[in-house]
């Protein structure tokens, strides 16, 4: 009897969990207090509307709800109420008090757009009264504890399709290039010549439809950018905003966005890599290979232009490197080999120190002392807690690396800015970091010099603009005499060195070297005329070089020699080439009408006031620019025509490559008579960077804004 009573007790107690179990429509009876707070995010249209909100207590205790508040992406909060008259983001209809278990509250958030920007980003994030819930490290109360964090909704603006979707798309349509040439190009044997014909022209049609997307993109985007819009308009002054959370455990964030100082590179990029593609048709061997790299190495450029998470810069920084690497390596001239491990152990060590940079600022955002007092708390886009950021816009806006403590017995900030400067040194490239160039550009098919010369120098030059200038504006200041002299050591020892060159396509990698010294001169002046002058010349100089490299490329094809002393006469043989050739060479040594012209003539503008005798030296080393490339002119193109080429100068130009050429040649005159198009896209974002910069600068008299740069009053 006793057994019986034992057994029936064990399924009694067996089945209780079970019967609890449906009577809560089978979902685990909550222990103490738990609020749900639902949906998890709220989408808003263009022009603004309201949505609902609801929060449940799913728990068996009474919660108290202490503070709900908006929590807006994009605003320099060091006042509390600072844009409160502009808030994007409003929440009605929610008393703060007590829920019992089982009961639910609504709320109403309301979206009213401000001003020209057309997306906002926000969460809506609740705070309780329990300890038991995790703490928001940057939320406290009165007493400074930190507040006990619930939950948040996503609040999202995003303008639109396109909007939020261009960039992604600019980005990573090439990978669907890649999928294409991989699984529906078919392989053949060698020996097999109309088949590896067909597959030659698949691989180039596919490839260059995956470019052309992105060209399309960035002409959609050049149209719909707003030239006016600023940080002090909201969303940081970002326009094409795709932003998400992607690992959150960590803060890691898939975001991307466009303002003035990345926009220009994001059109250089698309463009360049068209014609890039256009010149790879040439190629011949491992067709399917070639096109595969080729297309992976545009997703890492533009992927880098267009990242605004540190970590997500640094991946696409990365992904850079092996195309390249394998692009050298095997298609190549005879010391590939050779110049592609040289370029990849520099990049390497370049950005090692970057990632080095990128883990201490990390783990330094946020910190007391570090995160600005007042201004928005760290979080994620879903508005999660984080004590930490790898958010670009959030490092240089809500933190103050100045007051870190000291590394290794140096500032903090110097040691970061030192680590992250070399990493961008090299890429572009600066002395006495430039060896891995020359070898590079002389081995490298052509299209790949385009690419090298015209996008990825400017990475560099990119990089300083983005991490050390606007994260480190202090560090700037110590070091900006330093960039200084090494931009005017490039401009006279790269000219010096192209004029010592015999070989035609050295003398073009070492005059990049040269103009690239005025983007590190222009950017150390700290004036709005010198970094206006800078980002120019980044643009300006990545479509003359890719001219530059593509006629190199054009001569190469017939004589299959580069040596200047070979040549003579080729104008006679080869008109149309000539015409292109002389055009190039002029706006390459900065003749006035020319765009190479605007951006150097800005940069000195801009540095005379700050570095003259520097300035006086930069400018000299223009007389040394048109000795060499007069001198490489005369001897190809002038003179008595070499018969030894007949054969091969018989056929000038052919369609392929005059449409390679003539859209740079159009942007390069147009520019040269009207720079406006490209200052304009730049001005706000310059404006702001400067502002920013402002508060470490010295006085200098050239600190404000001229007309013929951004239009607003006399020239100083």
Known sequence: MRRSWIV??????????????????????????????????????????????????????????????????????????????????RVTGLDLASLAPGQTVTATVTYTPHGRQKQAFGSLRVFVNDDRFPADLGARDASGKPEAYVASVRLAARGGFWRSNLLPIMVFFPVLGILALLFLVPGVKPEDEEAAKSQRRMAQVISLVSTLIPLGCAIYLYALYDRSLGVGDGGWGLQFVSHAVWIKRFNIEFFMGTDGVSVLMLLLTALVSTIACISSFSITKHVRGYFAMFLLLEVGMMGTFASLDFFLFYVF??????????????????????????????????????????????????????????????????????????DLLKLTYLNSFAGAAALMGFKFTQVM???????????????????????????????????????????????????????????????????????????????????????????????????????????????????????????????????????????????????????????????????????????????????????????????????????????????????????????????????????????????????????LAVIVLVLGFYPMPALDLMSAGLKDLHAHLGGWQHAVHAASVPAMVLGAGPLP
């Not at 520099?346 to 600022?361: D, R």
């Not at 020892?493 to 003398?507: E, H, I, R, S, V």
């Open 317 to 390: 920084w990365e992904v850079m490197l092996l195309p390249m690497y394998f692009l050298i390596g095997i298609w190549g001239g005879p010391r590939k080999e050779y110049a592609a491990i040289k370029f990849f152990l520099y990049t390497l060590a370049g950005s090692v120190l970057m990632l080095l940079a990128l883990i201490a600022l990390y783990y330094t955002s946020g910190t007391k002392g570090i995160a600005i007092v007042g201004s928005q708390p760290l979080a994620l886009i879903d508005g999660t807690p984080s004590a930490h950021t790898f």
């Open 8 to 89: 029936m007790a064990l399924v009694v107690a067996a089945a209780a969990p079970a019967a609890a179990h449906a009577r809560t429509g089978g979902k685990p009876a909550a222990q103490g207090p738990r609020l749900v707070v639902s949906p998890s995010e709220l989408g808003f249209g263009e022009g603004g509307g309201a949505r609902q909100v609801t929060l449940t207590n799913d728990g068996n205790e009474p919660v108290v709800v202490r503070k709900v508040e908006v929590l807006e992406e994009g605003f320099d909060k060091k006042a509390a109420d600072l844009k409160q008259k502009g808030k994007e983001f």
């Open 417 to 663: 800015w030192i680590g992250l400067f070399i990493g961008f040194a090299i890429k572009v490239p600066m002395f006495p970091f430039h060896t891995w160039l020359p070898d590079a550009h002389v081995e490298a098919p052509t299209a790949i010099s385009v690419i090298l010369a015209g996008v990825l120098l400017k990475m560099g030059t990119y990089g300083m603009f983005r991490m050390n200038f606007a994260i480190l504006p202090d560090a700037t200041d110590t070091f900006r005499t330093m960039v200084a002299v090494f931009g005017v050591i490039n401009i006279l020892y790269g000219a010096f060195c192209a004029m010592a060159q015999t070989d035609l396509k050295k003398l073009v990698a070492y005059s990049s070297v040269s103009h690239m010294g005025y983007c590190l001169l222009g950017m150390a002046a700290l004036t709005e005329q010198g970094m206006a002058g800078a980002m120019m010349q980044m643009f300006n100089h990545g479509t003359i070089t890719s001219m530059l490299f593509l006629l190199v490329g054009v001569i190469y094809d017939r004589a299959h020699t580069r040596g200047v002393n070979e040549f003579g006469g080729v104008a006679s043989a080869m008109p149309r080439y000539a015409a292109f050739f002389g055009f190039a060479f002029m706006a390459s040594l900065g003749l006035p009408g020319l765009s190479g012209f605007i951006g150097e003539a800005l940069v000195l503008l801009g540095a005379f006031n700050v570095y003259r005798v520097m300035t006086i030296l930069a400018a000299s080393g223009v007389i040394v620019t048109a000795a060499y490339h007069l001198w490489a002119m005369q001897r190809i193109q002038l003179g008595p025509f070499n018969k030894k080429w007949t054969e091969a100068f018989k056929l000038d130009m052919d369609a392929r490559e005059v449409t390679m050429l003539v859209p």
